[in-house]
Nanobody, 124 residues
Framework: QVQVVESGGGLVQAGGSLRLSCTAS????????LGWFRQAPGKEREAVSC????????AYADSVKGRFTISRDNAKNTLYLQMNSLKPEDTAMYYC?????????????????WGQGTQVTVSS
């Protein structure tokens, strides 16, 4: 049974940084595109960033471009999201997910395996 687990969330002041991590068991990591998604209270889940299986291609939501960086270490079966210059509007539950498809945009419906999420709260 595939298990996806996120970590690294927390409370940070505006302008600060956090690094999220994601691991997946029972999943051949290198065969999957991976993505970060987020959902704020009362809002729909939205794509933040995604990365192709080899890491050579990435995509970002306009709202995080230049501030967030996605990366993966297939040898460690780990996905990362480095978040800098955080804003209060980045506050959300952040989810990691895996997809056997790759598109140049992060299409949420492609992602089959999901974690339980890690909370990120940015105070003003």
């Amino acid at each position: 049974q595939v298990q996806v687990v996120e970590s690294g969330g927390g409370l940070v002041q505006a302008g600060g940084s956090l690094r999220l991590s994601c691991t997946a068991s029972e999943l051949t990591f290198v065969n999957y595109a991976l993505g970060w998604f987020r959902q704020a209270p009362g809002k729909e889940r939205e794509a933040v960033s995604c990365i192709k299986w080899g890491g050579g291609e990435t995509a970002y939501a306009d709202s995080v471009k230049g501030r967030f960086t996605i990366s993966r270490d297939n040898a460690k079966n780990t996905l990362y999201l480095q978040m800098n210059s955080l804003k209060p509007e980045d506050t959300a539950m952040y989810y990691c997910a895996a997809s056997s498809f790759w598109r140049s945009v992060c299409w949420i419906n492609d992602y089959k395996y999901w974690g339980q999420g890690t909370q990120v709260t940015v105070s003003s």
